[in-house]
């Protein structure tokens, strides 16, 4: 018999594009699914939306509802609280999944018995798609590195990770930490991890509504989210069996995380840049991680030439990508 996969969805005012991930869920073609719905105190028609679709769906559904508004990271434990499958995966409320996503991903997970198994995804605009290649990691080690240098994503819907791993090292997301959660979990999940692999498929599909949710904003409650998981992070991989593996590659982390400030025109996100994470800033001239344009943003950053940044932004990234990628 095929495993059973638990699907968790956190879905949080998200009536705009909802239908995006119940149309793919109708259209999967694995079928021993357990899909969990957790609905964090919606304000909108979400809730209703849902309640439809459970009356038209053969697909096993649960729904379970937060009183109040308790972030996605209590969503996602409250999700993972509830689940029964062998395999866990984690679906936005907005995204998508290629019909035969979970078939390809849990006949890999079963050839060698794999505890986690990533893929590639697509980037969606509304009028045309990228697709985007994941990192290949063969060994837990390898990914961990991989994310620490950025050049993996730690997303989780990119994964599919044996629900035995959460129980059995005690994984949860941290409550009310809701950015940088899935980095903190994934980091772990690879350490505790003993086989781990990657298929060459794009098969999730990732949308963004338009050209400026290509750039992340942080604001000060954001930036003092990603701190606290980094630090637990942090204190986590220094206590693993990988302590001697980190090296400089979490200040090259911090670095990437901080970059978006960056990706901006306004001089107080330069100014949050300078003074976050300060410890970091030294290695911005690695060649061995960051490329010429990476180097440029933080140089720029680091010496207080902000028209160098703003020029950047006003002609790549709102004109050149205003016009590709919409």
Known sequence: MEP????????????ENLSNSL?????????????????????????RILEIFA????????????????GVAAARN?????????????LDADDSLHP??????VGKAMEKDYDIVGCNWSLSFQKNSRKMNQYNFQEPWH????????????NLWLFLIKRSLFEKNNIQFIPN??????????????????????????????????????????NDNHIKQVTENIAELEFFLYSSKFSALIQNRINILKLILKLPLLISDKKENYNKWLSWFQESNKF???????????????????????????????????????????
Not at 308 to 326: A, D, Q, S
Request: net charge positive; with cysteine; aromatic share 18%.
């Open 23 to 47: 149309d793919s869920l109708n259209k999967l073609n694995y079928k021993n699914l357990q899909i969990i719905f957790v609905n964090d105190a919606s304000t909108d028609n979400s809730l």
């Open 177 to 218: 930490l809701d950015m940088g959660e899935d980095l903190v979990v994934m980091c772990k999940l690879f350490t505790f991890a003993e086989k781990v692999t990657y298929v060459n498929k794009h098969l999730y599909y990732y949308f963004q509504l338009n050209n400026q949710s290509l750039t992340k904003v942080y």
């Open 78 to 90: 409250t999700g993972l609280n509830n689940a029964d499958g062998d395999y866990i995966y984690f």
């Open 284 to 326: 911005i001239f690695d060649k061995s991680h960051f490329n010429l344009r990476t180097r440029f943003l933080h140089w720029s950053a680091y010496n207080k030439q902000y028209w160098l940044i703003k020029f950047y932004y006003n002609f790549l990234v709102r004109f050149v990508y205003g016009v590709i990628y919409r």
């Open 143 to 154: 990914a961990v590195e991989a994310i620490l240098e950025g050049k993996m994503r730690w």
């Open 100 to 105: 035969d996503a979970l078939n390809i991903m």
């Open 55 to 70: 009356t038209s769906t053969r697909l096993v559904c649960q729904f379970l509802s937060h009183d109040k508004n308790l």
């Open 4 to 15: 059973l996969i638990t699907i968790i969805i956190p879905v949080y005012n998200a009536e």
